[in-house]
């Protein structure tokens, strides 16, 4: 285990406020809110030559439950930090996690809601949106990301290697820890939201952060996304044009005929040729910026 100096050496910025953590086991399945669930698309990965399973990572108000992929016996494994949906660490969030592993990341799927509420187990995404989304702070997301991958390092893999990816409400988060972790080598966010409004919770969006990116990150929206208007996506891209190094190093695409949650296989929404595409992205992109 790593030591506290080891811990805060790669936390910048920690701080989080003391709360009784409410999700303390992942369980199985799909989330509530997904079904049914479109069995004859959804892709299943199995766990063979991987450690994968739950693991409980230490932060600073306790601890917090996470789903570990990593191919079994590879030192130095790079990481990815994975996040999730509105929907939590469920089946199709850990099957990515062991896709990802199979091809030789160290993965860390954090349970990121797990002090409010446990979205998994609830029905309407409406709910989930009032319940737990908009509680969830910012600042905690981020610490709890950056608690992930000290943990990873602890357990052997190359935290120098660091890239991370998310869908929807992971894709937000995506480009803010882009913003955040000067260590992180490259991004790759899923039709995360640019734009909104502003709280004590989430003070600030990606479009607001594009002097601050601290890696390159790879967009994949979809152009049919009824939640993400194209006018926020192109204000974006014009954006990265006059940012910073690493926001100019970064790319969007956009799949002119995809809705949001194109590489959702277990949805409707899934769009096989985009999300094999975008996931052939992904992958060249770590590669290209040494993840």
Known sequence: MNTRDDFDSLVPGRC????????????AGFALATQPVAAQTAIHTDAAGL????????????????YRAAPEGKAKAPVILLVSEIFGAHEYIRD??????????FVVAPELFARIGDPRQIASIAEILEKITAKT?????????DASLAWAASQGADASRLGITGFCWGGRITWLYAAHNP?????????GRL????????PKHPADLIGQLQAPV??????LDTGIPLETIEAMEAGLKTGNASARASEIVV????????????RPSYRKDEAEDGWRKMLAWFQRNGV
């Open 16 to 27: 989080v406020s003391r709360r009784d953590f409410i999700v303390t086991s992942l369980g």
């Open 51 to 66: 450690l994968a399973g739950e693991v409980r990572i230490p932060v600073a108000d306790g601890t917090l439950v996470a």
């Open 96 to 105: 990515t996690a062991r896709r990802l592993a199979k091809l030789g990341y």
């Open 137 to 145: 702070p910012d600042a905690t997301v981020l610490s709890d990301l």
């Open 183 to 191: 260590r992180l080598k490259a991004a790759v966010a899923w039709y």
């Open 195 to 202: 734009v909104g409004s502003v709280n004590e919770l989430t």
């Open 218 to 223: 790879l967009g994949l929206y979809g152009g």
């Open 255 to 266: 799949y002119d005929n995809a809705p949001h949650a194109f590489h959702a296989d277990y």
